[in-house]
């Protein structure tokens, strides 16, 4: 009912490296690093991570966009 939820954790395993290299953040290579900490966030009421803001995500969208006019000649989005 309302006001009621409940935690639901899914896992989600490790592809295998098929590089068989050290990496700098251990399981870096699924990304599990960003997503134990996006859902250690959520838990915590927060909206965003310490460790990559809301405006890092901008930074990066940026970027995309730079490297798509370079490459198609045209945006595809609004700034």
Request: contains cysteine; hydrophobic residues 30%; negative net charge.
């Amino acid at each position: 009912g309302r006001g009621q939820s409940k935690v639901v954790v899914h896992e989600f395993p490790l592809p295998d490296d098929p590089y068989n290299e050290e990496w700098n953040n251990p399981g870096s290579i699924g990304f599990i690093h960003q997503i134990n900490e996006v859902g250690e966030a959520l838990r915590e009421g927060k909206t965003q991570c310490e460790s990559y803001t809301w405006e890092d995500s901008l930074e990066v969208a940026k970027i995309v966009d730079e490297i798509v006019l370079q490459v198609r000649g045209k945006r595809d989005c609004v700034e």
